[in-house]
């Protein structure tokens, strides 16, 4: 029996790493496959030579448990930093990943100790941290836009007229249909679109449809947007993009637009962003230009 939970804790361990390479970027990567493939070979070997030579259960448990540990609190930093940020109660699954992950890493030097029913206890109370943080991320409530009509061009544009950005804006908030990205902070009232307030403030949503993001949490907002325009929204609108660029750089920043732009238009949508020639080098320029087209209405 101990065994068999050996090797469950060590593939449990191999697909945690696994999702954090990914979620990282790093999985497609040499360096991540050969630490993926070490750690899998590796992992299965000392569980295989320590059953053959017939270890105790403490000795063939000290590998499998404290790597799980590691690779807890790895995939809870790669969940925090790519996919949820800190601003929501579905952070509490890798926040209670990490904790878990900081006992399991104990277990060779505490098992034996006083300390391990309170630890057992903790860990207990950190999985329903994980039970809870991942049933508030799985059901994530994303509304379908109340008209799939929307009068606008397809395809990815730019604009730098404020009133004719207004007018979009106004197009998207009586039709209900849209996504808006944004530097402002959101005037007082009930919205129909859903708004990404992109700000540095370390607060919870200020009204219902809006969700503060952090600027350099990118990741977290390509998924917001990719989960609305699965859901039927047809229109977003970007008027924070210089504003992204400072803060994470213009490649990062020209990267997050493309991939936005890419699957925005692979559904058949409208992607506007608010900006304009001055705010660029005449290289970054060139390369928007190419991307955007000039919105013409």
């Not at 790669?78 to 929501?88: D, F, V």
């Not at 990490?98 to 006992?103: N, S, T």
């Not at 849209?178 to 959101?186: A, D, N, Q, W």
């Not at 559904?267 to 005449?282: H, N």
């Amino acid at each position: 029996m101990v065994p068999l939970l050996a090797l469950l804790a060590t593939i449990e361990g191999m697909l945690l790493l696994l999702m954090a390479l990914h979620l990282l970027g790093r999985l497609r990567t040499t360096g991540g496959q050969v630490l993926l493939i070490s750690v899998t070979v590796g992992g299965s070997t000392y569980v295989l030579l320590a059953t053959i030579l017939g270890a105790s259960p403490l000795v063939l448990m000290a590998f499998p448990i404290p790597f799980m540990g590691l690779m807890l609190i790895v995939a809870g930093y790669a969940l925090i930093k790519e996919e949820m940020g800190l601003r929501s109660i579905a952070t509490l699954l890798p926040i209670g990943a990490f904790l878990l992950g900081a006992i399991n890493l104990t277990y060779p030097v505490t098992v034996t100790t006083n300390l391990a029913p309170y630890l057992y206890g903790a860990g207990a109370v950190f999985r329903a941290m994980i039970f809870i943080g991942m049933i508030k991320y799985a059901f994530f409530q994303i509304m379908p836009p109340q008209t799939s009509n929307i009068n606008v061009p397809t395809g990815a544009f730019y604009t730098d007229d404020e009133k004719q950005l207004a007018r979009i804006v106004e197009k998207m908030k009586s039709s209900g249909n849209g996504v808006l990205i944004t530097r402002s902070p959101p005037g007082e009232g009930p919205l129909s679109i859903p708004v990404f307030w992109v700000t540095r403030v370390a607060s919870s949503s200020p009204e219902q449809n809006v969700i503060t993001v952090r600027p350099t949490d990118m990741g977290i907002l390509i998924d917001l947007v990719k989960r609305h325009i699965e859901k039927g929204h047809s229109l977003v609108v970007l008027d924070c993009f210089e504003y992204l660029v400072l803060e994470n750089g213009f490649e990062r920043a020209i990267k997050f637009l493309l991939s936005l732009k890419d699957y925005v238009t692979k559904y058949g949508g409208t992607l506007i962003v608010a900006t304009s020639p001055p705010a660029y080098k005449e290289r970054e320029w060139k390369i928007l230009s190419r991307e955007l087209d000039r919105l013409e209405l």
